[in-house]
């Protein structure tokens, strides 16, 4: 398997839905979800691709972090993005994108986030280099790595 992407998710069912349907289901990828106890709407989107997505629940709300650590934990392709649920891909930038991946460390990418604004990296908002959903990582170069769980809101290593 080539790529994982690994998805937090938490309420906010239709950018839920957004995001899994910017995700390219027919390339060579798995999708690894992890419900961090989301409303009952939220769990109905996610039950419309249970047949795409590798689904995993946490039993209490325990944050974005902990989501990260355990999709990374459970994911098995040799490159690994992250999508959160209220951001999306741009389909025909992430299938280029793909294309890319040669055995490079990292393959940087431009991502759509939930107000539609396309987050394009470059040198003035480098500060978001390290930002996992915004590259492809060799599953190796991540090795025992992973984010801190003590951050609800953490997006960075």
Known sequence: MKVSIIM???NLPEL?????E???FDEDLEVVVVDD???LETKKVLEEFKDKIKLF???KNKGNGYSR???IDNCAGDYIIGLDNDDYFYTDEFRKALKQLDGTDLVFINQ???DGYVFNLC???KQHYCAFWSKFVKRELIGDIRPKHDNYKNDYF
């Open 8 to 10: 937090p998710v938490y």
């Open 123 to 125: 040198e003035e908002n």
């Open 69 to 71: 650590s355990l999709a």
């Open 112 to 114: 759509r986030i939930n």
């Open 37 to 39: 106890c989301s409303d």
């Open 57 to 59: 629940t946490n039993k």
């Open 16 to 20: 839920t839905k957004r995001a899994l």
């Open 22 to 24: 910017s995700i390219p």
